[in-house]
């Protein structure tokens, strides 16, 4: 089974819907993130998270929230989807620690289109 | 702000060649990590290869190397002997110890040619 799951893997919206992208993980690590990948500009980061109760912005939090209802969950919400949200996104962990664990490890990704 | 940048957006070579693709970086740190991340068609995010900027040692992984040169800011990824898997977005990625905010270059698709 995959360490780090995203649900759904596709997903096609309408402009204004409500829509939430969920990340679980079985890896026990404390760090979570959530990017968007767009073509030519690579993966960009939209929220982190380093425990529970800490939930931190990236350089593209607009128009999206999170939760972190748990160590292992993660999920992103877009409270109004707008076209331009139509993107690859991304969970990701890492375990949290200095030295040779600071490796990022990725879901599978979603593919969301905001029509 | 630091960055990270991918010059070349598009690279072919032929199978068994090597080849290598480049990475650049901005930062007033001296303590960080570098990677190179690989993405097949699959879309699966792929770790490549890591390497810590406190190590002189360049990284290395089976056909995969890099040329981490500290002074220039420079962290390229030479791949030996091409297989036609290696076809796939490669991405150069930085990160400060202090922070623990990844930074991504916008990633050079390549290409193995039969």
């Known amino acids: 089974d995959a360490d780090v799951t995203q649900t759904p893997r596709n997903r096609i919206t309408k402009t204004g819907k409500r829509i939430m992208l969920e990340c679980s993980q079985t890896k026990g690590h404390d760090r979570m993130y959530w990017y968007r990948q767009d073509p030519g500009l690579g993966l960009r980061l939209i929220y982190y998270?380093?425990?529970?109760?800490?939930?931190n912005k990236g350089e593209i939090s607009d128009g999206y929230s999170v939760s972190r209802q748990a160590q292992a969950k993660f999920s992103l919400s877009l409270e109004s989807a707008i076209p331009n949200q139509t993107a690859l996104y991304f969970c990701?962990?890492?375990?949290?620690?200095?030295?040779?664990?600071?490796?990022?490890?990725f879901g599978p990704g979603t593919r969301l289109l905001v029509l | 702000a630091q960055t990270v940048t991918q010059s070349q957006p598009e690279m072919s070579v032929q199978e068994a060649e090597t080849v290598t693709l480049s990475c650049t970086y901005d930062?007033?740190?001296?303590?960080?990590?570098l990677f190179w991340y690989k993405q097949p068609p699959s879309r699966q995010m792929i770790l490549v290869i890591r390497?810590?900027?406190?190590?002189?040692q360049n990284a290395t992984e089976n056909r995969f190397s890099v040329n981490f040169q500290k002074a220039a800011k420079s962290f390229s990824l030479k791949i030996s002997d091409s297989q036609l898997g290696d076809t796939a977005m490669y991405f150069c990625a930085f990160l400060t110890s202090g922070t623990y905010k990844y930074i991504f270059g916008t990633g050079t698709r390549l290409k193995v040619l039969a």
């Open positions: 390497q810590e900027a406190y190590k002189q």
């Open positions: 998270s380093f425990d529970v109760k800490d939930i």
């Open positions: 990701a962990t890492t375990p949290g620690s200095g030295g040779s664990q600071e490796t990022q490890y």
């Open positions: 930062t007033s740190e001296s303590n960080y990590y």
